[in-house]
């Protein structure tokens, strides 16, 4: 049994072979089907991945609070000058210490400030972001070390100047030396460096409002080092009139009536306030407790603005999910138009070969051998455009990335699926006209001219 339907294979082999023009131009749709889906599913792997990337880059379960700034007085609404009447002592430390202690299932909490100013070392200048933030920062944002230690709490309460750099700092600085216990200048204050950040080459900068920082350029320093050091602009920039208390590192710093008609518009002392908690489940009712609580710590001022990063890139991989399935959709067109031209071409391949068919079934042939011939021949176009499509759609997602600078990933269950399809429109494309060979009555097909 098993060498007859070898011969029959042999025999559709031998047919493909004799008509290799017809045969590579059937299996094109296939071929192009193929490479398509491959190269359309690897893109959506890339987009995916980055995602995942971004999401472990802000953190996991993380709630973020920035300052909303009046950047023009004239284009605030009436309810913004409304608001603007009562005082508010804007985004502080106080507000994180609040939040710590009276929300419930906060994992990590770190108040950050952030000024760009130049870097000096050993006559080198760099212009640098410097970043204040609290010890949790690290674990927020799962920062690894290259070597050297974090600073620790101790450090953060009494504003000691050190520092923890990004690699592409250390590699401005310190590519020759080592870079542990040496003292870069930021502004007017030295700061000791006494860690080094592993490099990322992950390109973050779109996803900065969500709180994600490209941190390889960054130094990171304890926040109250920064607002007692260097600068703080809850001090800086009250309104005239206005007495309030502003809580840094432990201690307190009272602003009694002043004038601050050349004060920046920015009061805010910090410039994020980030909560990580400890299950996705809480984020949403923490939020509303969250909002609750700034509200009246800010007087009825809504001066500031959560976020949840998680959720945003997640609706983002939401969006990318659905554009992938379309792209996938119109591939999977093209390798149903690759199975109807299958059809197309065995139908009128039958219609060619109506005396060899009858010459078979005459000299003993089966129904079945009649059957097995024209759906191999179908079969073997199919998983040879398959094989191509393949090697054409790994190219293809190669090349995607080479030169339009999009992640691919080709994934095996991808190339897989694939394959399986076009394996799988041979033989459902190729049944109906093999079933039609087969049913020719043998005598009329040897009368047939």
């Not at 923490?286 to 909002?291: G, I, K, P």
């Not at 945003?312 to 119109?330: C, E, M, P, S, Y």
């Not at 399986?420 to 009329?444: C, H, L, M, N």
């Amino acid at each position: 049994m098993l060498q007859r339907y070898m011969h029959d294979i042999i025999i559709a082999l031998e047919a493909i072979m004799s008509n290799k023009l017809k045969s590579m131009l059937t299996a094109l749709g296939i071929i192009f089907g193929v490479a398509a889906v491959i190269s359309m599913l690897a893109i959506g792997n890339g987009a995916q991945q980055e995602i995942l990337e971004q999401i472990k880059m802000v953190g996991v379960n993380n709630i973020v609070v920035v300052p909303v700034l009046a950047n023009d007085k004239e284009e605030a609404s009436s309810e913004g000058e409304a608001q603007a009447k009562k005082f508010s002592p804007g985004l502080t430390l106080a507000d994180a210490d609040a939040i710590k202690s009276v929300i419930p299932g906060v994992e990590n909490i770190s108040p950050e400030v952030s000024y760009n100013s130049v870097l000096l070392y050993g006559g080198v200048r760099y212009p640098a972001k410097v970043q204040g933030v609290s010890v949790d920062y690290f674990k927020l944002y799962n920062l690894p070390l290259e070597y050297g230690v974090y600073f620790n709490a101790e450090q953060d309460k009494y504003g000691v100047p050190v520092c923890v750099i990004g690699s592409n700092v250390r590699t401005k600085f310190f590519n020759e030396v080592d870079p542990l216990g040496k003292f870069i200048k930021f502004g007017n204050i030295w700061l000791k460096v006494i860690g080094v950040l592993k490099k990322t080459d992950i390109t973050v900068s779109s996803f900065d409002n969500a709180g994600v920082n490209v941190y390889n350029d960054n130094i990171f320093v304890p926040v109250t080092t920064v607002l007692l050091r260097y600068k703080n602009r809850a001090v800086l920039n009250k309104p005239s009139g206005s007495s309030s208390a502003i809580f840094v590192g432990g201690g307190s710093i009272v602003v009694r009536s002043g004038t601050a008609s050349n004060a920046e518009t920015n009061y805010h002392q910090l410039d994020r306030i980030i909560v990580q908690m400890e299950a996705t489940e809480a984020l949403n009712s923490t939020t509303e407790v969250l909002s609750r609580m700034m509200i009246r710590r800010h007087q009825g001022v809504k001066d500031y603005e959560i976020t949840v990063p998680e959720m945003l890139l997640k609706q983002q991989q939401r969006t990318k999910d659905i554009f992938n399935i379309v792209l996938g959709a119109i591939a999977g067109i093209s390798l149903l138009v690759g199975g109807i031209g299958i059809m197309n071409i065995m139908f009128a391949s039958v219609m060619e070969r109506i005396k060899e068919i009858g010459t078979r079934l005459a000299i003993g042939a089966k129904k079945s051998d009649i059957v097995a011939q024209f759906l191999s021949e179908a079969i073997l176009i199919s998983v040879s455009g398959g094989l191509i499509g393949v090697v054409l759609g790994v190219l293809l997602s190669y090349l995607i990335t080479s030169i339009f600078e999009i992640k691919t990933i080709v994934s095996v269950i991808s190339v897989i699926l694939a394959f399986g399809i076009s394996a799988a429109v041979g033989v459902i494309f190729g049944y109906a006209p093999a079933k039609k060979a087969s049913e020719r009555d043998p005598i009329e097909s040897l009368r047939y001219e």
